[in-house]
């Protein structure tokens, strides 16, 4: 899976870049796929530029009969997939502030709905303008940031119940909270509670979507009898939980070496001189920093891999450049890339790992990786392999 460098794009490739595989995230929401069943509909989360990679792109690799409809956070998300002519469903989960439902409407979004006064202003907008308004309702079982309470649904069904005819109610969902946890109770709560509320709503519209997994749900509850699941970081790469298949890694990041220095015992280096040469040392500084989305907290504790070989991060990060320690590796010259998340011939830095070490989550790396970065997208892993070396020296 660590594959060697490919030929890059030399103006795209000039300092840093993130590779991105097309097959791995394919053969990751295969795996999903397969967990769930063939019945269950499958609603890639695509939010947030695709989790930074690109929203275009990772349309175009996982678009398949597998794939029922996108899901994504906001309106403008929503808007982007039909300016670029995504023709399924789009599904918009997060709250949406009325003043935005105008332009979910003509672009034919499906908005999530967790208040009445919402369900009221799309009312009057569909009317007003003779269109056909999607939504979903989502049910607040735990998470509390978003949804009707399920402990209210006395309160709200009434509402849902007398919509009008240009609502059109397409879902039902709730979000869970601790699916990554091993063993969480937490879990078995939130879908005794979802299940309570369906209960409690009556008979939904024929298709009316009820779903509430997110990776680790889907992977955990395999077969769970709902319509459909919404899977996000695995797609990506990111680990969900110790206990569950792992990910295909998706993505790798990479800058070059732009200087090599000798250092003598005393040397300082970086901002705060928070590293010191103890002897003859040698440091390669590379062209990406936290301007990049390399957390700066890696300074001096993470790594980086160099011709196969797993370097430490030397002296603090800074925006545009970080150096590692290439005292120990022979024959490095500036112009050789050196990789901070993912696999390098044999040597790997896990995106999980690098976001344990920074104290965060993978979410957060891969949503953080800059817009500075080009994203580079790997066609042939096979002609990748072949013309490494050609490239790279
Ligand atoms: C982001 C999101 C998901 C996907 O969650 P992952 O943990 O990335 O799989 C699912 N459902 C909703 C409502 C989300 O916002």
């Known amino acids: 899976m660590a594959h060697a460098h490919p030929p890059l794009d030399p103006v795209k490739t000039e300092r840093a870049w993130v590779e991105v595989n097309p097959s791995a995230l394919r053969a990751n929401l295969a795996t999903v796929t397969a967990a769930v069943g063939p019945d269950v509909k499958i609603i890639p989360m695509v939010k947030a530029d695709g989790y930074g990679l690109g929203v275009a792109d990772v349309v175009d690799a996982l678009d398949s009969d597998q794939v029922y409809a996108w899901g994504v956070a906001t309106v403008a998300e929503g808007s982007e997939l039909r300016q670029l002519g995504v023709s399924k469903p789009v599904m918009v989960f997060s709250p949406v502030w009325v003043g935005a439902l105008p332009r979910a409407l003509a672009d034919n979004l499906t908005v999530t709905v967790s208040s009445l006064e919402v369900l009221a202003e799309l009312r009057r907008l569909a009317d007003a303008t003779e269109t056909r308004a999607s939504f979903q309702v989502e049910v607040d079982t735990g998470i509390g940031r978003a949804g009707f309470p399920d402990a209210e649904v006395t ?18 969902f709730t979000h869970l909270h601790s699916a990554d946890e091993v063993g969480g109770a937490g879990v078995a709560e939130q879908e005794r509670r979802f299940e309570e509320t369906l209960r409690s709503l009556g008979p939904l519209p024929d298709d009316c979507l009820t779903h509430y997994c997110n990776s680790a749900g889907a992977l955990r509850l395999h077969r769970t009898g709902m319509d459909a699941v919404r ?30 220095r000798k250092a003598r015992a005393g040397d300082s280096l970086g901002y705060g001189a928070t590293h010191r040469a103890t002897k003859t040392e040698c440091w390669a500084t590379v062209a990406l920093g936290y301007g990049d989305g390399l957390p700066r907290c890696l300074g001096n504790r993470g790594h980086g891999i160099v011709a196969g070989t797993t370097v430490p991060i030397l002296g603090r990060i800074s925006m545009d450049m970080t150096t590692v320690d290439v005292t120990q590796v022979s024959g490095v010259r500036t112009g050789d890339p050196v990789t901070f998340v993912g696999g390098d011939q044999g040597a790997v830095v896990p995106l999980d790992e690098v976001a344990r070490l920074a104290g965060t989550i993978s979410y957060e790396i891969l949503t953080g990786l800059g817009a500075r970065l080009p994203r580079v997208w790997l066609t042939d892993e096979t002609e990748v392999g072949r013309q490494v070396h050609e490239i790279q020296r």
Do not use: M, Q, T
């Not at 969900?240 to 993505?251: E, K, Y």
């Open 155 to 172: 309160s709200w069904r009434e509402a849902l119940g007398s919509r009008g005819p240009n609502l059109k109610w397409s879902g039902c």
């Open 231 to 260: 899977p996000g970081i695995f797609l990506y790469g990111g680990s969900v939980g110790p206990d569950l298949p792992s990910p295909h890694p998706v993505v790798r990041v990479s800058g070059r070496i732009v200087h090599l």
